[in-house]
């Protein structure tokens, strides 16, 4: 059964720094890997997505990485700002089930 | 493009009542997904819709839940009867293969009392 964990649940960081998400996924037979972000109260938007054959995404300040041997995704944000502060959530998508991680709350400090 | 439309945004309901949740998708969109999140659980899938048929709906939880697509453009997840653990946020999403970019909308808060 495939799991998918983000550590850490928590992270708050100054403002201008650089940062790493992570995600970690059991089954690495995975379709693709999507990052989403949640903000208090509202629905998820997509960040970037990653099909199994590719090894990175980039979309401005973000970069997500896709490791599939080892199970492991990771989301950069460079140059992080207070308007990052939210949940980010990873999911895996195989055979058509999406499985999702529970998010690493993110609090980007003034 | 307004986006994938759900409705209600709030519902409060006593437990043992009929709930119907309503979900608009994105107009073009022939994939689309019912989530339900909760803090202990998180964002689980619970059934998806590929041109209005239900390919996947493992993720039910049991009977009580049932959900439709009866034409392109709306969906419907019914609870009947509720019980108060189904309280959570519930999530519609929609995508356009062959891209697997889902977009949500903005949830449902069901409470069950």
């Known amino acids: 059964k495939q799991e998918v964990t983000q550590i850490p649940a928590a992270l708050s960081v100054p403002e201008g720094e650089n940062l790493v998400l992570n995600c970690s996924f059991t089954?690495?037979?995975?379709?693709?890997l999507q990052w989403f972000r949640q903000d208090p109260g509202k629905g998820l938007t997509s960040l970037l997505l990653?099909?199994?054959?590719?090894r990175e995404q980039t979309s401005g300040r973000l970069n997500a990485s896709l490791d599939k041997s080892s199970g492991r995704s990771t989301l950069y944000i460079a140059a992080s700002q207070p308007g990052d502060s939210a949940t980010y959530l990873c999911?895996?998508?195989?055979?058509?089930?999406?499985?999702f991680g529970k998010g690493t709350r993110l609090h980007i400090l003034p | 493009d307004a986006g994938v439309i759900q409705s209600p945004r709030h519902e409060v309901t006593e437990m043992g009542q009929e709930v119907t949740l309503r979900c608009k998708p994105i107009?073009?969109?022939?994939?689309l997904f019912w989530y339900r999140q909760t803090m202990m659980r998180g964002l689980e899938l619970l059934i998806y819709?590929?041109?209005?048929?239900?390919?996947?709906d493992s993720g039910m939880p049991e009977d009580r839940f049932s959900a439709k697509m009866p034409n392109a453009s709306f969906s419907t997840l019914k609870i009947q009867p509720s019980e108060p653990r189904d309280s959570a946020v519930y999530f519609c999403?929609?995508?356009?293969?062959?891209?697997?970019?889902?977009?949500f909308g903005p949830g449902t808060r069901l409470t069950v009392l």
């Open positions: 999403a929609s995508s356009l293969p062959p891209s697997d970019t889902q977009y």
């Open positions: 107009s073009g969109h022939n994939s």
């Open positions: 089954d690495s037979a995975i379709y693709n």
């Open positions: 999911a895996v998508n195989k055979d058509d089930k999406i499985i």
């Open positions: 819709f590929n041109n209005n048929v239900p390919i996947d």
């Open positions: 990653i099909q199994s054959s590719q």
